[in-house]
């Protein structure tokens, strides 16, 4: 069994939700002639049709229960509505100032084009492919080292024949000084 304690406490927290979409949400209402369904509006339209009804009867005070019925679920219909005025009175000024954002921007957009000379693709474009330095961040490969030394190129090894011509020296490559002589290995 609950304490009464944690019962008041759950009804207080109740009062500080949001009222969410009350306008659209089916509601119970406990009357003095039993339970109406449905929304606020149709609920305020069936308790004023109770107290024309009763009160046409003869029965004023089951009359002003009725009314005091409806005019209860008016106010909280009429609560909503507000909430929704201010939410979308509040949207409709945060487009506006976005929108007045965005062509603020495109005024000073086609200014600078205008002090440019018009066509953006006439303004002279910094160059896409620059020399690697120190600072640019970019990691040296071998391939990206410059060296300070000359490269060296290989020069071919002699093929050697199967009939004895390498004892000659025939078909070799001329050395770098020209005179015809095989070349050491390396």
Known sequence: MRSSKSRSRNKSGRNNRSMGNIVNRV???SGPEGKVRG????IVDKYNQLARDTQLSGDRVLAENFQQHAEHYLRLLSSAQ??????????ERQNRERQAERDRERAKRQEREA???????????????????DDSGLVETPETK????????????????????????EDMPKAEGGDGAPEAAE
Do not use: I, L
């Open 27 to 29: 509601f119970d209402s």
């Open 115 to 133: 002090n440019s000379g018009g066509d953006p693709s006439d303004t002279p474009q910094p160059d896409v492919v620059e020399e690697a330095s």
């Open 82 to 91: 507000k909430e929704q005025e201010q939410r979308r009175e509040e949207q």
């Open 146 to 169: 410059k060296s300070d030394k000359p490269k060296r190129t290989r020069k071919p090894k002699p093929k050697a024949k199967a009939d004895g011509d390498k004892a000659k020296g």
């Open 39 to 42: 929304t606020p509006q149709q």
